[in-house]
């Protein structure tokens, strides 16, 4: 089997995605197949478009203006800016627990655009987000609709562990909040996607469930923002897959639109 095709599959069984599953369960010898002469090739199977079966794009959500003026944010010209006054920060209690910061990394002109709640462990060690087996997750949900992971930019609420990955507390969400402002204006995405209640209560300055917030095409200064479930609570509950897939499905939509 080609490797396309197996990792389609792969990541179709990740997203709990029955259309494969589903073509894969007659297979050549088995009961009530058709036998395959050895004579006839069997035609390669294409990795089926995402388009296929995506949901329209949803109403207007919630709009969210220019963040709040801070002169850091506007002073900062580039990624590597951000990312070296990220490393010297000791702005909140996160600082005296990481072994490393981890501001992000990606396409600096990425249209795609993600946020994660903070980093975990194998992030804190390597600098890295979304590098653990969420971070694996989601590398698989963007190979689906066709990204590769050095196509778009991946960040996070706070760029220092919190102990034992609880939610970054508000203070600590503040304190970062200069940081992802940044660095959403120096990307200047065209689409931004919140993994997760956090990333979605930062961006949108709104706690709300995540019930209320997916489905919607929300506004983050002009930036169409959509809200999916985070990646690790994908790993916790697979039902939430199907939707995620919906989810992100509409995202890509935008970023073609
Ligand atoms: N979870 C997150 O929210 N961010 C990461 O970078 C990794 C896991
Ligand atoms: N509930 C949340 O708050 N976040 C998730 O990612 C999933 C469910």
């Avoid at 002073?75 to 490393?87: E, F």
């Avoid at 923002?225 to 985070?230: G, I, Q, R």
């Avoid at 897959?241 to 939509?253: E, F, L, S, Y």
């Amino acid at each position: 089997m080609d490797e396309l095709v197996r990792r389609y599959l792969r990541q179709q069984v990740e997203l709990g995605g029955n259309e494969v599953l589903m073509e894969g369960k007659t297979r050549p010898g088995a009961a009530g197949a058709a036998p395959t002469p050895a004579s006839v090739p069997t035609p390669a199977r294409q990795p089926k478009d995402w388009r296929v079966g995506a949901p329209p794009i949803p109403e207007a959500g919630l709009t969210i203006l220019a963040p709040a003026g801070d002169d850091a944010v506007l002073a900062w010209s580039s990624l590597s800016q951000v990312a070296d006054a990220i490393g010297g920060c000791t702005k909140c209690f996160l600082c005296q627990g990481r072994t490393r910061v981890v501001p992000g990394e990606g396409d600096p002109r990425a249209r795609l655009l993600l946020v994660g709640e903070g980093p975990g462990q194998t992030e804190d060690q390597t600098g890295r987000p979304f590098v653990g087996r969420a971070g694996e997750l989601l590398t698989d949900i963007l190979g689906a609709i066709g990204l590769a992971r050095e196509q778009v930019f991946i960040c996070n609420v706070v760029k220092c562990r919190p102990p034992q990955n609880r939610k970054p507390l508000p203070d600590e969400m503040a304190a970062c909040a200069p940081y992802l402002a940044a660095q959403l204006r120096l990307v200047e995405p065209k689409v931004i996607l919140a993994l997760g209640a956090t990333a979605a209560e930062a961006l949108l300055n709104a706690k709300r469930s995540l019930a209320d917030l997916r489905g919607k095409v929300h506004s983050y200064h002009g930036i169409p923002l959509v809200v999916t479930y985070h990646p690790a609570a994908l790993l916790r509950n697979p039902n939430w897959k199907k939707p995620t897939w919906d989810d992100v499905r509409i995202a890509r939509q935008l970023v073609d639109r």
